[in-house]
């Protein structure tokens, strides 16, 4: 008799919800759990004990593992996150809890999402039961201004979100401040989506490179590539026609105010990439920059197979495996990956870039001296 090879389970929505101390995570969460949409959840959160989400709280299920009235599970990471995980995947597959159909992860408020990307991205096990949907960061529409001047984790948390909420937005009176707050926001992550609190439950956690129903993913939503390019059209216009005034208006560049450290960009080619470029370009720049790049986004054309486009994600010096679509989600089929860094210049990036894709440019790096150490790129 010929055994039927199992085909692997399809990988679990995974949401990680961050903001800094005091911005509503709680509150937002609570809501979003009432939701029908978040039903038979998963939510993971760093410490049981800070968490005031007492009044959902019905019983205990197994050693720091709570069911909240809303059927979803709530997990007290004491220990490590990739062996909280993996209890969760044994205890589903083998029927000792009920089959959730998503997890979260609420961070605490000083939290860093990139090790929590790490986490599931980079382990062989995990990253094929997970698919990471992004990152939700929680903005305090009171002090959101002011945290982000005083905390360079706010200022991260920002950064990496696919999606940014706002909340208390009905303690701000003034429209002006709120738009101010708006605005810089999407200086400081242009491809993020911003939201109020009172949006759907579906529109804050879910949508990102996976989709439950089998469709291809809303990718382009996910890149925003048109945000981030028209952000950089705008500060190098910005830079170029102000820049004789810095003396006269230092407050409107403060480093920390308008986060000069922190940026997004977007790099793009109008042919189709080879595998091994695509693969030595990554290895060299993730070895060379890897602490300095919080985010690597992108939709990549291969050569071999222009047809099936690959999805790039990853977190600093940690290039996630690709996942290949069955076909390109819009008509625009350049390739394109966006850049969320950390003190790096776009310039330094793009020479790099433009080398391993031939471009003619001044004192690029020598990219055929790199081919005997490309990544793996597994397909």
Known sequence: MTNTPMTPPAPLPLTILTGFLGSGKTTLLNR??????????????????????????????????????????????????????EDLLRKRDNGRILPFRRVIIETTGLAD????????????????????????????????????????EAVKQAAVAERLVITKTDLVS??????????????????????????PAEAVIAGGLFGLDGKVADVAEWLKTEAVEEAERRSHAHQHGHHQHDHDHGHHHDVNRHDERIRAFCLTSDQPIRQ?????????LR???????????????????????????????????????????????????????DDLERETVEKLWNAFLGKPAVDQPDAAALSDNPLSLRR
């Not at 038979?40 to 720091?64: A, C, R, T, W």
């Not at 003034?174 to 609190?197: I, K, S």
């Open 32 to 85: 979003l759990l009432k939701d029908p949409a978040l039903q038979d959840s998963v939510v993971i959160m760093n410490e049981f004990g800070e968490i005031g989400l007492d009044h959902l709280l019905v019983e205990k299920v197994d050693e720091g593992m709570v069911l909240l009235s809303a059927g979803c599970l709530c997990c007290t990471v004491r220990g490590d996150l990739i062996a909280t995980l």
């Open 276 to 284: 091994g470029t695509l693969d030595m370009f990554l290895d060299l």
């Open 113 to 152: 999402p990139a090790p929590i990307l790490h986490a599931v991205l980079y382990h062989p096990y995990l990253s094929m039961r997970y698919a990471v949907e992004g990152v939700v960061t929680v903005v305090d529409a009171v002090n959101g201004a002011a945290t982000l001047d005083a905390h360079r």
């Open 174 to 199: 003034d429209e002006a401040r709120l738009l101010e707050l708006r605005e810089r926001l999407h200086q400081l992550n242009p491809g993020a989506t911003l939201l109020d609190a009172n949006a």
């Open 287 to 341: 070895s060379s920059q890897g602490a300095k790049l919080l985010r690597v986004k992108g939709l990549v054309a291969l050569a071999e197979d222009p047809e099936h486009p690959v999805v790039i994600h990853g977190v600093q010096h940690v290039i996630h495996v690709p996942a290949v679509l069955p076909r390109w989600p819009s008509e625009d089929r350049r390739s394109r990956i966006v850049f969320i860094v």
